[in-house]
């Protein structure tokens, strides 16, 4: 499927009794090659590792794995929009770090509930994000160079705040999104259940609306996109500014995973998880095409892989050994896969 084929526009009347079939043409597939893929290998390692540590398919094995999967995943919806558009947001793990430490100061010397804690941290994500997006649509910058600038000054501002090494005392405000009881409904932890119901709204955008269309458009050329009418840099404003919000909402995903004390290495690494697992889930870091599935899948395989080293008894450094793996076949084939589309 052609980055033309996913922005073309559906016809306005398509003819009696051949709606369906028109959609078929237009439309790509809900689920692609890839992700079947992506499927498929993380099938085999669930297997693999259930036989040679069963305990990792109980139910005490798989519902934190799932917890550790949501802040990931969730982040990387937002990430898919923005390589879609040929960007890209290496500032996520200073955002996470601001934002959970601002919420946990908060929570700490301020009775807050849960709405304005997650209200808060949401709040402070999409102002960050829109710094961002605002930079990088006018300033006219590479992506890139904004927003690893912007990792270090949100880092310099979260110590800022943290002012010692650690937040002690943390209140249980976030529990319905932590790894207990209080943290899973019917067995599901909430955390993952509200990120699958986000990717599925993200999903369906880019699938269906008109913004999402124009997203894909944008990255696939952004000088033909501005010709044609589209708003390019509202659209990748929003997009920073979505990814800053899902940064808030992430955050208190891991302060809630956590225990009542907050260090200075939250967010650490994080950036590089998330983009890891939109890359391996089969968004092409040149823009154009990308799958929020996909994301969620490679969020999955990310975390399997780390669950899977830790649990095994392995060195830690040999779960960024194999993801670094897969970033490679995933980069490579997206390459090879755009040369023949040139060529075609």
């Known amino acids: 499927m052609t980055i033309d084929e996913r922005t073309r526009p559906a016809p306005a009347s398509p003819p009696r009794g051949s709606g369906s079939a028109t959609a078929k043409r237009i439309l790509p597939l809900p689920v692609t090659g890839q992700e079947f893929v992506l499927i498929g290998v993380i099938v085999v390692l669930w297997v693999l590792l259930g036989i040679f540590t069963p305990a990792f398919l109980?139910?005490?094995?798989?519902?934190?794995?799932?917890?550790?999967?949501?802040?990931?995943?969730?982040i990387g919806v937002g990430m898919t929009f923005i390589i879609i558009t040929a960007g890209i947001d290496v500032s996520v793990g200073g955002a996470i770090m601001l934002c959970a430490v601002v919420v946990a100061k908060t929570m700490v010397s301020v009775d807050i509930p849960l709405i304005g804690a997650v209200a808060l941290a949401v709040a402070l994500g999409l102002v960050l994000g829109l710094v961002n997006g605002v930079l990088i649509a006018y300033g006219r910058v590479a992506a890139i160079i904004i927003t690893f600038g912007t990792a270090n000054l949100f880092q310099f501002f979260a110590l800022r705040v943290f002012g010692s090494s650690t937040v002690n005392g943390i209140p249980s405000t976030l529990e319905v999104f932590g790894r207990g009881e209080?943290?899973?409904?019917?067995?599901?932890?909430?955390?993952?259940?509200?990120?699958?119901?986000i990717?599925?709204?993200?999903?369906w955008y880019l699938?269906?609306?008109?913004?999402?269309?124009?997203?894909?458009?944008?990255?696939?050329?952004?000088?033909?996109?501005?010709?044609?009418?589209?708003?390019?840099?509202p659209r990748v404003m929003l997009a920073y500014g979505l990814t800053g919000a899902l940064v808030g909402l992430g955050a208190c995903f891991i302060l809630a995973s956590g225990t009542a004390t907050l260090d200075q290495s939250v967010g650490a690494g994080k950036e590089l998880q998330v983009i890891a697992a939109v890359v391996i889930g089969g968004t092409s870091i040149l823009g154009g095409r990308g799958s929020v599935i996909g994301t969620v899948l490679g969020a999955i395989l990310v975390q399997t892989v780390t669950s899977g080293v830790t649990q095994l008894g392995w060195p830690s450094q040999l779960a960024n050994l194999f993801v670094g793996i897969f970033i490679i076949i995933a980069v490579g084939t997206d390459l090879l896969r755009e040369r023949a589309r040139r060529k075609a």
């Open 58 to 74: 109980t139910a005490n094995s798989i519902q934190p794995l799932l917890v550790s999967v949501a802040p990931i995943a969730l």
């Open 182 to 197: 209080a943290g899973r409904t019917l067995g599901v932890p909430n955390s993952f259940a509200i990120m699958i119901v």
């Open 199 to 203: 990717a599925a709204v993200a999903w």
């Open 207 to 233: 699938r269906h609306a008109a913004g999402g269309r124009h997203l894909f458009a944008i990255g696939g050329n952004t000088n033909a996109a501005r010709l044609v009418g589209i708003k390019v840099q």
